[in-house]
């Protein structure tokens, strides 16, 4: 089994490429001029059922606007659109040999409740670019089924050339309408989804912190503080001997050492002490050596990511060490970290019973939603038996950067 989270591709020219093979019009009426007469007649009841649509959604979701059925309305009517694009985009590969890529999905992740996901449909480009490709095709649906029908019996020696031209017209609109956003429309969407990812995930680490902090440390800190305290008490009253004393303050000397301990465990979830000091290398054989399973770690890295970056990669592979520990029933792992060009790549790989899925509870989801936060990429190859090996992809920046641009700054 392999699940892949990653970056959506941008469109190609496999469109245009794909038209281009066409053979020229000629005196003949072969396969292509029957499959592009057939679009055409087929585009004035298809342009009138999508202009019905648009005119329907349209006037009924700027009538309830004044209520609160209107924008949702108008959200589910472009959301309808994209299903209309769809159809439309068939119907050109299977009639004019238009092959281009479907949009990416609206970045809607069930998260940042009701309204923002309402914005966001509000404003998808897809959805409205589809709207007006629908509205603007009534007009030309009418005068390429009359051209068409008209040749049929007046034309018939020349419809190959009419209907190759009339057929371009509409190839032209696919792609300019029906294809996917450009590639900065496009991230500037994932970003925006990917904004509350972050968010979540951030907020997510503090309510964890909290709670660790209220039920560990600040808990232990509190018992330690009332045990001194009916401890100076007795000792101003001369109720207790020295012995007791000592007792008690060995008991609270021990309270302060697990405190200083649950502090130190705190502090490396948040961000250990030797990945700081002393990098990714060091930092992963740490977390290695407290798997339950031998784990051989290579690293072959001549240089130093940025810290964000460094920070996400410890983290990815303590998370899934820990799923190894937890859930694999492996024997041995190994975890791979090296650079190609401008990405680092992380591999985790066990000899355990495989089956990891992204769906499956233990994490997978949460460590691929932050991945591809930071334009990331996530790909599990589980099957059932194992082995299971786990490829990250991070991008890529030096240290040496960040800290010049700061210097720079200063």
Not at 248 to 274: C, F, N, S, T
Not at 329 to 334: I, Q, T
Request: hydrophobic share 45%; net charge neutral; charged share 25%.
């Amino acid at each position: 089994m392999t699940e892949r989270l990653a970056p959506t591709g941008r469109a190609g020219d496999a469109g245009r490429a794909d038209s281009d093979r066409l053979p020229p019009a000629r005196f003949a009426y072969d396969r292509h001029t029957w499959k592009e007469i057939a679009h055409l007649l087929a585009n004035f009841p298809v342009s009138l059922l999508g202009f019905i649509y648009v005119v329907t959604v349209l006037s009924t979701g700027a009538f309830l606007t004044v209520t609160v059925i209107g924008f949702p309305l108008l959200a589910a009517g472009l959301v309808g659109a994209r299903q209309l694009g769809k159809l439309e985009r068939s119907r050109a590969r299977g009639l004019l040999g238009v092959r281009v890529d479907e949009p990416s999905p609206l970045p809607l992740r069930g998260r940042g409740g009701f309204f923002p996901q309402l914005w966001m449909g509000l404003k998808d480009p897809v959805g409205w670019r589809t709207m007006l490709y629908e509205f603007i095709r009534l007009p030309w649906g009418v005068l390429t089924f009359a051209i068409t029908l008209t040749s049929l019996f007046v034309l018939w020696p020349v419809l190959p050339f009419i209907a190759r031209g009339l057929a371009n017209a509409d190839r032209a609109m696919v792609r300019g309408l029906l294809s996917p956003s450009d590639e900065l429309e496009r991230r500037i969407a994932e970003l925006e989804s990917d904004r509350g990812v972050v968010v979540d995930t951030a907020a997510a680490d503090l309510r964890r912190i909290e709670r660790d902090l209220h039920d560990g440390a600040q808990a232990r800190l509190v018992s330690l503080a009332m045990g001194l305290g009916l401890a100076k008490e007795k000792l101003l009253e001369g109720q207790v001997d020295e012995k007791v004393a000592a007792a008690m303050v060995e008991e609270a000397h021990g309270e302060v050492k697990l405190a200083l301990q649950e502090l130190r465990d705190l502090a490396r979830g948040i961000h250990p002490a030797v990945l700081t000091d002393r990098g990714l290398d060091a930092a992963l054989s740490s977390v290695a050596s407290r798997c339950t399973v031998p784990v051989k770690v290579t690293a072959d890295l001549d240089s130093r990511p940025v810290a964000a970056i460094e920070g996400i990669a410890y983290f990815t592979v303590s998370e899934l060490l820990q799923n190894v520990s937890k859930h694999s029933g492996a024997r041995s792992a190994s975890v791979d970290v090296w650079r190609s060009d401008d990405r680092l790549l992380i591999q985790v790989r066990d000899d355990g019973r495989g089956g990891a899925r992204l769906d499956a509870g233990t994490g997978m989801r949460g460590l691929a939603d932050r991945l591809g936060a930071v334009d990331g990429l996530f790909v599990i190859d589980s099957p059932p038996g194992g082995p299971t090996v786990v490829t990250a992809e991070l991008p890529w920046r030096d240290r040496t950067d960040e800290q010049g641009k700061s210097s720079g700054k200063r």
